[in-house]
T-cell receptor
Framework: AQTVTQSQPEMSVQEAETVTLSCTYD???????LFWYKQPPSRQMILVIR??????QNATENRFSVNFQKAAKSFSLKISDSQLGDAAMYFC???????????FGTGTSLTVIP | DAGVTQSPTHLIKTRGQQVTLRCSPK?????VSWYQQALGQGPQFIFQ???????QRGNFPDRFSGHQFPNYSSELNVNALLLGDSALYLC?????????FGPGTRLLVL
């Protein structure tokens, strides 16, 4: 069974600084997708970034980037130049290429300190 | 372009009752998935609908059922509600590997 682990229940970062959120996953598949979602207090889950396992290049979306280490089954999210609006719960998620189900971690609550 | 919408936003029921939650997918999306998110937890997959059929199901009892309509909108039905069914219910739509989520329905079972 696929599992996703986020070992940091809470993280904090000073405004304008950089923070990295960790995620590890367990799978026997070789082809899959990984995602980071953000859930602000308003609760709507928003897609932050997506990575395809067969692509070695790390995905980047503006201030958000990932460090994808396939052999280590690690998928961390780096947020640069943190902004107050980045404060939210961040969820890491996994999906097999041939599957339909998303598997989510338990989330990391990010606080941005002004 | 409207995103994924869900109704109602909040709902209070008592044990043993039945509830129906509704979801309209993002324009152009034909697949709808439902998730249950307990407080402080990540979403748990309930099931997914595609072409009006349940395509995949997570580890949820038969009390949880669903439906997808020809316009791709979907309903989640929960029968014989238990206190433990209190949660945020999220709908997600997709047309490829990425899912887009609605704002959720907060269900409280008393």
């Amino acid at each position: 069974a696929q599992t996703v682990t986020q070992s940091q229940p809470e993280m904090s970062v000073q405004e304008a600084e950089t923070v990295t959120l960790s995620c590890t996953y367990d799978t026997s598949e070789s082809d899959y997708y990984l995602f980071w979602y953000k859930q602000p207090p308003s609760r709507q889950m928003i897609l932050v970034i997506r990575q395809e396992a067969y692509k070695q290049q790390n995905a980047t979306e503006n201030r958000f980037s990932v460090n994808f280490q396939k052999a280590a089954k690690s998928f961390s999210l780096k947020i640069s130049d943190s902004q107050l609006g980045d404060a939210a719960m961040y969820f890491c998620a996994y999906r097999r290429r041939t599957g339909n189900q998303f598997y989510f971690g338990t989330g990391t609550s990010l606080t941005v300190i002004p | 372009d409207a995103g994924v919408t869900q109704s109602p936003t909040h709902l209070i029921k008592t044990r043993g009752q039945q509830v129906t939650l509704r979801c309209s997918p993002k324009s152009g999306h034909d697949t709808v998935s439902w998730y249950q998110q307990a407080l402080g937890q990540g979403p748990q997959f309930i099931f997914q609908y595609y072409e009006e059929e349940e395509r995949q199901r997570g580890n949820f009892p038969d009390r949880f059922s669903g439906h997808q309509f020809p316009n791709y909108s979907s309903e989640l039905n929960v029968n014989a509600l238990l206190l433990g069914d209190s949660a945020l219910y999220l709908c997600a739509s997709s047309r490829d590997e990425t899912q887009y989520f609605g704002p959720g329905t907060r269900l409280l079972v008393l």
